[in-house]
């Protein structure tokens, strides 16, 4: 099946420094769906952002993606972080099972801290 | 209001007790999800459902069966629950069959087994 691959675990940021969240994927769907979804604590996943258009950029409350399908990549940046996006971070795939059936495909999650 | 509701919030068991969690959008959402989410696993795909009586196994689904007799209510129910089962489960619910609409997500159950 597909899967999406995710910069692992904590990264820690500065307050003020870009942030890039690393989001890979694989599928055999030649037009795949690709979302980031963000969930702060104690609260459940709200989508951030989504993109099925190639080399187009996405953008949304600052942060932005842009779905490159040549590298099976969609990574999510934003130019400077704010305390208040410490969260956790997921990219996600909708994955076509069968005719007019989908699935979505989580990855693991990155957590953002960002430091004063 | 689009929403996606689930109770109880919070659940403490004990192994070996059923457990039904509940449900509910008030949108007319077509697919309706069970993921659950632990650390370092993400979320993860328990059962999807396309419809009332309509519902597939995902990723994860042994040890839960699911009851869709209602558009609107999804449950999620485990017979004889373990301790492995403990985790927070999230109820998804999506407009149509077509990949590009995001899941909307409810608030979580966060479970318990003792």
């Known amino acids: 099946g597909d899967s999406v691959t995710q910069t692992e675990g904590l990264v820690t940021l500065t307050e003020g420094l870009p942030v890039m969240l690393n989001c890979t994927y694989q599928t055999i769907y030649s037009n795949p769906f690709l979302f980031w979804y963000v969930q702060h604590l104690n609260e459940s996943p709200r989508l951030l952002l989504k993109s099925f258009t190639d080399n187009k950029r996405t953008e949304h409350q600052g942060f932005h993606a842009t779905l490159h399908k040549s590298s099976s990549s969609f990574h999510l940046q934003k130019s400077s972080a704010q305390l208040s996006d410490s969260a956790l971070y997921y990219c996600a795939l909708s994955e076509r099972i069968n005719t007019g059936n989908y699935k979505y495909v989580f990855g693991a999650g990155t957590r953002l801290k960002v430091i004063a | 209001d689009m929403k996606v509701t689930q109770m109880p919030r919070y659940l403490i068991k004990r192994m070996g007790e059923n457990v039904l969690l509940e449900c509910g959008q008030d949108m007319s959402h077509e697919t309706m999800y069970w993921y659950r989410q632990d650390p370092g696993l993400g979320l993860q795909l328990i059962y999807i459902s396309y419809d009332v009586d309509s519902n597939s196994e995902g990723d994860i689904p042994k040890g839960y069966r699911v009851s869709r007799k209602k558009r609107e209510h999804f449950s999620l129910i485990l017979d004889s629950a373990k301790t492995n089962q403990t985790s927070v489960y999230f109820c998804?619910?999506?407009?149509?069959?077509?990949?590009?609409?995001?899941?909307?997500f409810g608030e979580g159950t966060r479970l318990s087994v003792l």
């Open positions: 998804a619910s999506s407009l149509v069959r077509v990949g590009n609409q995001a899941p909307l």
